[in-house]
């Protein structure tokens, strides 16, 4: 768990669930992974799996202890619709963030999984639902996105490997743009960036450039075309949470 988190697009993370597997190019040099690893060294009990999938019952409830409400990355370190994260468990998780005010933004690679089960969870209007596209391969993902319950629909285009091309953004609520970071990171050309920004100009939707990547993400920062793009989805959390 952490509060005040260092992704620039959330406040917290919440992590119940643990470790993942690689199912697309995007997964090449996953931060978390190298994060889980370094942790489970360390000898933090919850990684001391390392990187294999783990539920964590006894963080479920965390949530439940916050005050005040805040944006909620949800499994960080994981993907809540891996395909051995258990029905039973993903819906204890949906009973939580049903049960709180917090923002919760769910990031899942598994579309198949999450279009598959959507019918089956109860999405409060605090639920926010995205998938990761990180090439043109994998836009098929967007539109099983559109297929789910969640009142907000997001994107995340990151890592970014190629010119994606064109995208239909119908009922997509918001779109965030970044670079690979870390060691062996693939770069990302500025034209690809651009594209995707003047397409979420053109559609409406508010666009978010999250980094430009690199070895060290910090000095080649996130301005793009000198400025900061920080737009966020009209659903604004004072209006979800009332």
């Known amino acids: 768990m952490a509060v005040n988190s260092g992704i620039e697009w959330t406040q917290s993370t919440w992590n119940p669930v643990t470790g993942c597997s690689e199912i697309s190019p995007g997964c090449r040099n996953c931060y978390a992974k190298r994060m ?35 944006l909620v990355f949800v499994n960080s370190m994981s993907d809540l619709f891996h395909a051995k994260v258990p029905m039973d468990f993903i819906s204890r998780v949906f009973d939580v963030m049903n049960r709180t005010s917090h923002i919760y933004q769910i990031l899942t690679k598994r579309a198949e999984r999450l279009a598959e089960l959507s019918n089956s969870l109860f999405w409060a209007k605090n639920i926010w639902a995205g998938v990761t596209v990180e090439a043109s391969d994998y836009k098929y993902r967007i539109d099983l996105l559109r297929q789910t319950n969640a009142s907000v629909k997001f994107l995340s285009l990151e890592p970014l490997l190629e010119d994606i091309g064109d995208l239909d953004l119908t009922d997509i609520d918001w779109v965030i743009v970044g670079g690979e970071s870390g060691p062996g990171a693939r770069p990302m050309e500025a034209d690809w960036v651009r594209n995707i920004r003047e397409q979420c100009v053109e559609q409406n939707v508010p666009f978010f450039f999250k980094q430009w990547g690199g070895f060290n993400k910090k000095k080649k920062g996130r301005t793009l075309d000198g400025r900061i793009w920080d737009e966020t989805p009209r659903k604004t959390a004072e209006e979800l949470c009332v």
Do not use: I
């Not at 009990?45 to 539920?55: I, Q, S, V």
């Open 36 to 70: 889980a690893l370094r942790l489970k060294a360390m000898g933090l009990p919850a990684y001391r799996n390392g990187f294999c999938l783990t539920c964590h019952p006894n963080m479920l409830n965390v949530p439940l202890r916050w005050k005040k409400p805040q």
